[in-house]
Nanobody, 118 residues
């Protein structure tokens, strides 16, 4: 399974970005997979930002991003998105896409850098 993230970059505080993560190389149903976005800032542990749980559609957000970030998916394109609004300097991190298959195997993308700075 391969996960490829894109959409990171440099943005000013208050700005917006949309990250994409496209999955390939699998035989199970993408729509049944749990998709997650994590981030890791320098000197800190990787933390969960948002998740879409399996095919049920349940969505979870970390309290620090509620109301600002939105996770969505396009099952026809095997892609999950993270729309980030009202970005803050503390959102600066490498953002990783994760997939958990219906069988419970976990996979990670290579990460994309998001820098929020004036």
């Amino acid at each position: 399974v391969q996960l490829v993230e894109s959409g990171g970059g440099l943005v000013q505080p208050g700005g917006s970005l949309r990250l994409s993560c496209t999955a390939s190389g699998f035989t199970f149903a993408f729509r049944s997979s749990t998709m997650r976005w994590h981030r890791q800032a320098p000197g800190k542990e990787r933390e969960l930002v948002a998740a879409m749980i399996g095919s049920g559609g349940r969505i979870l957000y970390d309290d620090s991003v509620k109301g600002r970030f939105t996770v969505s998916r396009d099952n026809a394109k095997n892609t999950v998105y993270l729309s980030m609004n009202s970005l803050k300097p503390e959102d600066t991190a490498v953002y990783y896409c994760g997939l958990v298959s219906p069988m419970g195997s976990a996979y990670w993308g290579q990460g994309t850098q998001v820098t929020v700075s004036s």
